[in-house]
C-alpha cells in the first residue's frame, strides 16, 4: 500500500475547529493546517470502514516485512463526536491536517497550504472559515510507522470545498455578542468613543522558511 497514492473525499460535512486559511504554529513551528470534519454516522461508516481497511492492510505488511507479530496498530483519527454532556451524537468525527512548512530527511522542503473551493468549484480566497461551515474534504490516506506509535495511516489534508460558509467570528467582535445596529438609538460622541468594539491585533505571523512547491511528498518528516 505504502506506494499507493490515492485520494478520497468526504460525504458533506460539518467544519469543527477549522484551521484552513492560516496555519497554527501553537503546536509545531513548522504550521500545521487542520480541520475535523464532522458526519453523521450513517454516511460516514463507509468511509471509516474503507480506511480501516487500508490501515489493516499497511499493518499486516508491516508485521511480516518487519517479522514483528505484536507490532502495534495506532488508531485512526477518526471518532465518535460527543455533546457537551459527553453522550454520542450518532455522527464521526474525521480529524485531517496538513503541515505548511515540510522538510523531508533527504533536505527537501516547500511550503503548501490546502486549496480551498466556494459550492460552484471555483477558487476561494474570502473570510476566515468558522466552526458549523458545511464543508467537503479531499485527502490523502497516508500510511506511516513510528516505534512508539506502529502502523498508522495518516489522514492528510489537501482541498476542502466550503458548501456553505460560517464566517468566523473572533470573541472581541461586537457581532459574536449578539448585537446589532438599531436606527435612531444612541450615538456616541468621538471623544467618548472607546476601543472595546475594536478586535485585539493579530499575532505577527511567523515566517516561511521555504519557497519550493514540489508535488506533495509522502515520506515520515511530513506526519
Given amino acids: 500500500m505504502a506506494n499507493n497514492k490515492v485520494t478520497l473525499t468526504t460525504p458533506l460535512a460539518t ?19 487542520s480541520v475535523t470534519a464532522r ?81 460552484q468549484m471555483q477558487g476561494f480566497n474570502g ?15 497516508a500510511p ?16 476542502v470545498q466550503i458548501v456553505e460558509l460560517e464566517e468566523y467570528k473572533k470573541a472581541g467582535d461586537v457581532e459574536s455578542l449578539g448585537f446589532s445596529k438599531h436606527d435612531n438609538g444612541f450615538v456616541a460622541s468621538e471623544e467618548n468613543k472607546s476601543s472595546s468594539s475594536t478586535p485585539p491585533a493579530e499575532e505577527e505571523p511567523k515566517p516561511e522558511v521555504a519557497t519550493a512547491a514540489p508535488a506533495a511528498s509522502f515520506e515520515d518528516d511530513e506526519l
Fill in 127 to 141: 473570510p476566515v472559515i468558522g466552526g458549523g461551515s458545511k464543508i467537503v474534504v479531499n485527502f490523502t490516506p
Fill in 39 to 119: 458526519v453523521p454516522a450513517e454516511e460516514g461508516q463507509g468511509l471509516k470502514d474503507e480506511l480501516d481497511k487500508m490501515l489493516d492492510q499497511h499493518h499486516q505488511t508491516l508485521i511480516k516485512e518487519r517479522r514483528k507479530p505484536n507490532l502495534k496498530r495506532a488508531d485512526l483519527t477518526v471518532k465518535p463526536a460527543y455533546d457537551d454532556d459527553g453522550n454520542e451524537t450518532g455522527e464521526l468525527d474525521f480529524k485531517f491536517t496538513m503541515k505548511h512548512n515540510v522538510t523531508t530527511q533527504t533536505g527537501k522542503s516547500w511550503v503548501q497550504r490546502p486549496k480551498l473551493y466556494d459550492s
Fill in 15 to 33: 467544519a469543527v475547529y477549522p484551521r484552513l486559511n492560516e496555519p497554527d504554529y501553537k503546536f509545531d513551528p513548522s504550521g500545521t493546517f
Fill in 144 to 159: 506511516y510507522y513510528t516505534a512508539a506509535l506502529g502502523a498508522g495511516l495518516k489522514l492528510r489534508l489537501n482541498a
